[in-house]
C-alpha cells in the first residue's frame, strides 16, 4: 500500500470555478501535512501546511481529517496561474522524519 | 528565488562517465536532502544529512554516492549509470528533520 495515495486527475476546470483535491495517507502515526504545488518542469515549492484545525489562505483551504486518514486542499475562484500539479506530502516522526510524496493531482484552468 | 540553488540544470552523460551534482542552500538550515524524481512517480527520497551526517539511504545503488562536507553543501557523485536513472534529482533543504522542507530547480539528468 502506498504511504500516500492521490487521485492524478487530471482536473480541467474554468476559470472561477471551485475544486477540491483529496490525499490519504496510510501511517496513522503520521505528525506534518502539507500541500506543494509543482509547476511543469520545476522544482515543487510549498503552497502551506496542514494544521489539525484546518487553515486558509487567500483562495485556498486545507482540512486534516485524522480519523479517516485524509487531507483536502480546496482553491476557490481558480485563476489561470493554478495550473499545476498539487503534492500532497506527509511526515511521520515514527520513519525516521522521512517525508512521504503523493503523486501530486493535475489541475489545469481554463478560460 | 535562490535559497536552494543547482548546478549544473541539465546533464546528459554515457553509462561510463562520472560527473557530480552540487546543491547549495543559503537558508541557514541544517537538514539537506537528495530526491529523485521519474515520470508519473512520486518523489523518491534517495539521502539524508543532518548538521553533514547522512541519517538516511534508501537502497539507493552505489552507483550514486553522496557527499556533505558542510551544511551548506551537498553533492551527489555519479559513476556507471544506467538509463533507467535518467530522472529530475533534487535536492531540498529543512531547518530540522522534521520541518518544511525548501527545494532547488533541479537537475534533469539523462543517462544515454
Known amino acids: 500500500r502506498k504511504e500516500v495515495e492521490q487521485d492524478p486527475g487530471p482536473f480541467n476546470v474554468p476559470e472561477g470555478a471551485t475544486v477540491a483535491f483529496n490525499c490519504t495517507y496510510s501511517?496513522?502515526?503520521?505528525?506534518?501535512f502539507f500541500w506543494y504545488r509543482q509547476d511543469c518542469r520545476k522544482e515543487p515549492k510549498l503552497l502551506m501546511s496542514?494544521?489539525?484545525s484546518g487553515n486558509e489562505d487567500g483562495r485556498f483551504t486545507a482540512q486534516l481529517n485524522r480519523a479517516s486518514q485524509y487531507i483536502s486542499l480546496l482553491i476557490r475562484d481558480s485563476k489561470l496561474s493554478d495550473s499545476a500539479t498539487y503534492l500532497c506530502v506527509v511526515n511521520g516522526m515514527d520513519t525516521g522524519n522521512q517525508f512521504y510524496f503523493g503523486t501530486g493531482t493535475s489541475l489545469t484552468v481554463i478560460p | 528565488e535562490t535559497g536552494v540553488t543547482q548546478t549544473p540544470r541539465h546533464l546528459v552523460m554515457g553509462m561510463t562517465n562520472k560527473k557530480s551534482l552540487k546543491c547549495e542552500q543559503h537558508l541557514g538550515h541544517n537538514a539537506m536532502y537528495w530526491y529523485k524524481q521519474s515520470a508519473k512517480k512520486p518523489l523518491e527520497l534517495m539521502f539524508v544529512?543532518?548538521?553533514?551526517?547522512?541519517?538516511e539511504n534508501n537502497s539507493v545503488p552505489s552507483r550514486f554516492s553522496p557527499e556533505c562536507p558542510n551544511s551548506s553543501h551537498l553533492f551527489l557523485h555519479l559513476h556507471t549509470l544506467q538509463p533507467e536513472d535518467s530522472a529530475l534529482y533534487l535536492c531540498?533543504?529543512?531547518?530540522?528533520?522534521?520541518?518544511?522542507?525548501?527545494f532547488g530547480p533541479g537537475t534533469r539528468l539523462t543517462v544515454l
Open positions: 531540498a533543504s529543512s531547518h530540522a528533520l522534521a520541518n518544511t522542507q525548501y
Open positions: 496542514v494544521y489539525s
Open positions: 544529512y543532518n548538521f553533514k551526517e547522512q541519517t
Open positions: 501511517n496513522s502515526a503520521s505528525q506534518s
